[in-house]
């Protein structure tokens, strides 16, 4: 193998290809004798030649050692100094530095480069006009140079770029950016600074600049420049409102450890004051995980009466008089003790009923609060109209047959939360604790009986009302019979009931004739339930066999060449006797349990088609035989599924009491719900109700939905319900027309356009409409938003840079 310190190999081939066109071979070998044999007494090992000591002084800090190559090598006063001159490469492993001729002085291990000097170190890149790298150290300075930090895809141009250990660089009067080209869509321009790979920027006298013009300035900056968490502060967050003023939200973030961290938040509102917040996050593993974060305002305005509220919260009869307002919420997923025992927390505790709907944007709001528990619980927050937040901890363990769940509800009432009404008054249930224990279908030894059951014992307390216990045991017997044309389960219960109470006490509003001399009463209930099932399909062949045969002709053909059609009917019966309960106290709905005599069958319609498409094998060649050169890609897709649901009431057909007001309609609506999918860009999802009394469509719901990619996405929906005052079923339906459209369509050159629009055609008015449009770069996101409500305009510019972890944003 050539030798990488001894260039005259290379003068060697030179000279035998240009000695090669004028001499004949013989003459060749003659000429070029002499140098064969300098070359082989100059690479022949032997002590202290140039080769061994420069591996010696350059292998000192790592086992690779370093090797030179250039167009020529020399040693100077006693092999102290080595110049290199013409293609310099000295090379460690993957780490290498290229120069146009270069000077190394053994003592200080230092290396002087000049003329295109490019050095690529751990997947970093130096390049620049001169350098002084210390190839012990590893470190060093480039001038008028531009470094590549490839982790974090950073560029850094500047007059002075210098490599200062390991993983930090220093530079001064740089540009940085994350963009690629010569002319990045911005900068920041820095005095001063240095920066980490895989961790922090610090930059003094930062202007930020958009091409090459400066638009914002600070006398310090320090930012994140990779992927991994690391504490500091994040990105603040602009925005004004008529409502809220000028604000400034400023969030710190700290990275506690590998499995928790918190961020603190200022928000600065010039009409409401300064709202403080917290928030922190732990997560062990998939199966343990928590947020938690509050919030806390001293509100410069109140409302001690509703007319002054703002128009959006009045007519509900309450005010705002509190001027410390909060909201304190959080979820957790996780174990008690041992796995088997999971574990669940909602928190949600707020000052009072308009706290959510003023504070729902930004980083603390409530949009983006339910958004994000949403996607890391699968539940989120109660709505942000409700006047009741729910509070809940709960635990819970399967066996094989049994189950366990132990709960505490809370339910905070708003309207009795902020002097509206008299806290004692509050006649809010609350389920202090519940326990539940059920024990799942098993068949009964050899018998073809199956047993299931399900208990719960429950302590209802609140402020004002009748409070108590209620323990109630529910066992079902069923006796499944399965036969050639399907399934037939017949099952009874019995629902056993028994009520402990510790209070009573009547609160206007909630019926209870309970005898107050009784503390405790009791409840039987039997019901009966008959259900059938069964399944029938049919295959239709389309014939078209002949288009797919794998063939060259056949090549790009895809058809459809099967179709399945499944029918699935089920009809259920189920019937509970009448039983009287207005003795008993009323806690929930489950204490008031009507009789009933009613029918209902479901009909299930799946439409499955298979599709083949012949298609020539990757990599096959035209001499193999067409079985083997081609092929038939099989897919299924359910392109449409139908269901019909209706019931017929027994109870209804032999009303006699409100005859004169309302008739008799045993019959339900027929529900008919269609998703309709035949190719994966687009889909049709309706739900309708028909009356066979009023032979009409009672209400539906309509949503189509298309997207194509590199094009956009679109819907169009509309939401129908008639006005229905005869019905005793719904006696105060009014009529609602609602029309939903939007879409996103991408334009040329990274741009592009969406738009949301929902309005009312009864009221004709627009409930809310939003514009956007945006572009999406390289190294940076771009997005304008006008939003509009009947409530609320609002504009809102986002900006987000590569390599800048959050979002700039500016709402108006």
């Given at each position: 193998?050539?030798?990488?310190?001894?260039?005259?190999?290379?003068?060697?081939?030179?000279?035998?290809?240009?000695?090669?066109?004028?001499?004949?071979?013989?003459?060749?070998?003659?000429?070029?004798?002499?140098?064969?044999?300098?070359?082989?007494?100059?690479?022949?090992?032997?002590?202290?030649?140039?080769?061994?000591?420069?591996?010696?002084?350059?292998?000192?800090?790592?086992?690779?050692?370093?090797?030179?190559?250039?167009?020529?090598?020399?040693?100077?006063?006693?092999?102290?100094?080595?110049?290199?001159?013409?293609?310099?490469?000295?090379?460690?492993?993957?780490?290498?530095?290229?120069?146009?001729?270069?000077?190394?002085?053994?003592?200080?291990?230092?290396?002087?480069?000049?003329?295109?000097?490019?050095?690529?170190?751990?997947?970093?890149?130096?390049?620049?006009?001169?350098?002084?790298?210390?190839?012990?150290?590893?470190?060093?300075?480039?001038?008028?140079?531009?470094?590549?930090?490839?982790?974090?895809?950073?560029?850094?141009?500047?007059?002075?770029?210098?490599?200062?250990?390991?993983?930090?660089?220093?530079?001064?009067?740089?540009?940085?950016?994350?963009?690629?080209?010569?002319?990045?869509?911005?900068?920041?321009?820095?005095?001063?600074?240095?920066?980490?790979?895989?961790?922090?920027?610090?930059?003094?006298?930062?202007?930020?600049?958009?091409?090459?013009?400066?638009?914002?300035?600070?006398?310090?900056?320090?930012?994140?420049?990779?992927?991994?968490?690391?504490?500091?502060?994040?990105?603040?967050?602009?925005?004004?409102?008529?409502r809220l003023g000028a604000g400034l939200s400023l969030p710190y973030y700290w990275a506690i450890d590998e499995e928790q961290d918190a961020t603190f938040y200022v928000n600065m509102m010039?009409?409401?004051?300064?709202?403080?917040?917290?928030?922190?996050?732990?997560?062990?593993?998939?199966?343990?995980?928590?947020?938690?974060?509050?919030?806390?305002?001293?509100?410069?305005?109140?409302?001690?009466?509703?007319?002054?509220?703002?128009?959006?919260?009045?007519?509900?009869?309450?005010?705002?008089?509190?001027?410390?307002?909060?909201?304190?919420?959080?979820?957790?997923?996780?174990?008690?003790?041992?796995?088997?025992?999971?574990?669940?927390?909602?928190?949600?505790?707020?000052?009072?009923?308009?706290?959510?709907?003023?504070?729902?944007?930004?980083?603390?709001?409530?949009?983006?609060?339910?958004?994000?528990?949403?996607?890391?619980?699968?539940?989120?927050?109660?709505?942000?109209?409700?006047?009741?937040?729910?509070?809940?901890?709960?635990?819970?363990?399967?066996?094989?047959?049994?189950?366990?769940?132990?709960?505490?509800?809370?339910?905070?009432?708003?309207?009795?939360?902020?002097?509206?009404?008299?806290?004692?008054?509050?006649?809010?249930?609350?389920?202090?604790?519940?326990?539940?224990?059920?024990?799942?279908?098993?068949?009964?030894?050899?018998?073809?009986?199956?047993?299931?059951?399900?208990?719960?014992?429950?302590?209802?307390?609140?402020?004002?009302?009748?409070?108590?216990?209620?323990?109630?045991?529910?066992?079902?017997?069923?006796?499944?019979?399965?036969?050639?044309?399907?399934?037939?389960?017949?099952?009874?219960?019995?629902?056993?009931?028994?009520?402990?109470?510790?209070?009573?006490?009547?609160?206007?509003?909630?019926?209870?004739?309970?005898?107050?001399?009784?503390?405790?009463?009791?409840?039987?209930?039997?019901?009966?339930?008959?259900?059938?099932?069964?399944?029938?399909?049919?295959?239709?062949?389309?014939?078209?066999?002949?288009?797919?045969?794998?063939?060259?002709?056949?090549?790009?053909?895809?058809?459809?060449?099967?179709?399945?059609?499944?029918?699935?009917?089920?009809?259920?019966?189920?019937?509970?006797?009448?039983?009287?309960?207005?003795?008993?106290?009323?806690?929930?709905?489950?204490?008031?349990?009507?009789?009933?005599?009613?029918?209902?069958?479901?009909?299930?319609?799946?439409?499955?088609?298979?599709?083949?498409?012949?298609?020539?094998?990757?990599?096959?060649?035209?001499?193999?035989?067409?079985?083997?050169?081609?092929?038939?890609?099989?897919?299924?897709?359910?392109?449409?599924?139908?269901?019909?649901?209706?019931?017929?009431?027994?109870?209804?057909?032999?009303?006699?009491?409100?005859?004169?007001?309302?008739?008799?309609?045993?019959?339900?609506?027929?529900?008919?719900?269609?998703?309709?999918?035949?190719?994966?860009?687009?889909?049709?999802?309706?739900?309708?109700?028909?009356?066979?009394?009023?032979?009409?469509?009672?209400?539906?719901?309509?949503?189509?939905?298309?997207?194509?990619?590199?094009?956009?996405?679109?819907?169009?929906?509309?939401?129908?319900?008639?006005?229905?005052?005869?019905?005793?079923?719904?006696?105060?339906?009014?009529?609602?027309?609602?029309?939903?459209?939007?879409?996103?369509?991408?334009?040329?050159?990274?741009?592009?356009?969406?738009?949301?629009?929902?309005?009312?055609?009864?009221?004709?008015?627009?409930?809310?409409?939003?514009?956007?449009?945006?572009?999406?770069?390289?190294?940076?996101?771009?997005?304008?938003?006008?939003?509009?409500?009947?409530?609320?305009?609002?504009?809102?510019?986002?900006?987000?840079?590569?390599?800048?972890?959050?979002?700039?944003?500016?709402?108006?």
């Amino acid at each position: 193998m050539m030798n990488p310190l001894h260039p005259p190999f290379r003068a060697l081939v030179h000279a035998l290809r240009f000695r090669s066109t004028a001499l004949p071979v013989r003459s060749n070998l003659l000429w070029a004798l002499p140098w064969i044999l300098l070359c082989l007494l100059l690479v022949w090992p032997r002590p202290g030649n140039a080769q061994s000591m420069l591996q010696q002084d350059f292998s000192m800090d790592s086992e690779l050692p370093w090797t030179l190559e250039a167009d020529r090598v020399e040693s100077l006063q006693a092999e102290q100094i080595f110049e290199a001159q013409g293609n310099v490469l000295i090379r460690q492993g993957p780490n290498l530095i290229q120069a146009d001729t270069a000077r190394y002085f053994r003592e200080t291990g230092f290396a002087l480069l000049n003329g295109n000097v490019r050095i690529e170190w751990d997947g970093d890149i130096l390049v620049g006009e001169q350098a002084d790298f210390d190839l012990l150290n590893n470190v060093g300075w480039v001038t008028d140079g531009e470094m590549f930090l490839a982790q974090d895809h950073v560029y850094i141009r500047g007059e002075l770029l210098e490599k200062r250990c390991e993983q930090t660089y220093a530079f001064r009067e740089a540009h940085l950016t994350t963009c690629d080209g010569p002319v990045p869509a911005w900068s920041i321009k820095s005095s001063e600074g240095e920066v980490t790979t895989g961790g922090y920027a610090q930059m003094w006298h930062p202007r930020f600049q958009i091409k090459d013009t400066p638009v914002l300035y600070s006398p310090y900056m320090i930012f994140p420049v990779k992927t991994e968490r690391q504490s500091g502060f994040l990105i603040p967050e602009p925005s004004f409102s008529s409502r809220l003023g000028a604000g400034l939200s400023l969030p710190y973030y700290w990275a506690i450890d590998e499995e928790q961290d918190a961020t603190f938040y200022v928000n600065m509102m010039s009409k409401r004051g300064v709202m403080t917040g917290m928030e922190y996050r732990h997560f062990t593993n998939l199966d343990s995980k928590g947020v938690w974060q509050a919030d806390w305002l001293l509100d410069s305005k109140t409302a001690p009466t509703e007319a002054d509220e703002d128009p959006q919260f009045r007519g509900d009869g309450l005010n705002r008089p509190n001027e410390h307002r909060y909201w304190i919420r959080g979820k957790y997923d996780g174990y008690l003790g041992d796995p088997l025992w999971r574990t669940k927390l909602d928190l949600d505790m707020v000052s009072d009923q308009n706290y959510l709907r003023e504070f729902k944007h930004g980083y603390t709001g409530y949009t983006r609060v339910h958004n994000n528990m949403l996607r890391d619980f699968g539940r989120g927050m109660n709505n942000i109209d409700s006047l009741y937040r729910n509070n809940a901890v709960e635990v819970s363990r399967n066996w094989s047959q049994v189950g366990f769940r132990g709960a505490m509800h809370y339910s905070q009432a708003l309207q009795y939360w902020t002097d509206n009404n008299p806290s004692n008054e509050n006649p809010t249930l609350q389920r202090l604790p519940e326990l539940n224990l059920d024990f799942y279908k098993t068949r009964i030894g050899e018998t073809p009986f199956e047993l299931e059951a399900r208990t719960q014992a429950v302590y209802f307390w609140r402020e004002k009302g009748t409070t108590g216990a209620r323990a109630e045991v529910y066992p079902r017997l069923s006796l499944p019979w399965t036969t050639g044309f399907g399934t037939l389960t017949p099952s009874a219960g019995w629902r056993q009931t028994l009520y402990a109470i510790d209070k009573h006490q009547q609160v206007r509003g909630i019926p209870d004739n309970v005898d107050e001399s009784k503390d405790f009463s009791e409840r039987g209930l039997p019901d009966f339930r008959l259900d059938a099932f069964t399944s029938l399909f049919n295959i239709y062949d389309f014939e078209k066999q002949e288009q797919v045969t794998p063939t060259l002709d056949n090549v790009g053909n895809a058809h459809w060449t099967r179709m399945k059609h499944t029918i699935q009917p089920e009809l259920t019966y189920s019937y509970i006797p009448h039983v009287d309960q207005d003795e008993n106290p009323l806690f929930t709905r489950d204490d008031r349990i009507n009789k009933r005599n009613l029918l209902s069958y479901t009909l299930h319609n799946i439409f499955n088609r298979r599709m083949d498409q012949v298609e020539r094998r990757a990599g096959t060649e035209d001499t193999l035989l067409a079985e083997d050169m081609f092929r038939v890609r099989t897919t299924y897709r359910d392109f449409l599924r139908v269901r019909f649901d209706q019931a017929y009431d027994f109870e209804e057909a032999n009303r006699d009491d409100n005859l004169d007001t309302y008739e008799r309609r045993p019959f339900s609506d027929i529900r008919t719900d269609m998703v309709f999918s035949p190719g994966k860009y687009i889909d049709l999802i309706t739900r309708s109700w028909y009356s066979p009394y009023m032979n009409t469509i009672t209400q539906h719901e309509h949503m189509l939905q298309g997207s194509y990619p590199g094009l956009g996405s679109a819907y169009f929906g509309f939401d129908f319900r008639s006005e229905v005052t005869d019905d005793i079923w719904r006696q105060n339906q009014e009529k609602r027309e609602i029309l939903r459209v939007g879409g996103l369509v991408n334009l040329p050159r990274g741009w592009f356009a969406r738009a949301d629009f929902k309005r009312d055609l009864l009221a004709k008015e627009d409930l809310e409409k939003l514009f956007g449009i945006g572009f999406t770069h390289q190294c940076y996101f771009l997005d304008f938003l006008f939003s509009q409500t009947q409530d609320e305009d609002r504009f809102e510019l986002r900006i987000s840079l590569k390599g800048l972890e959050d979002m700039l944003g500016l709402g108006l």
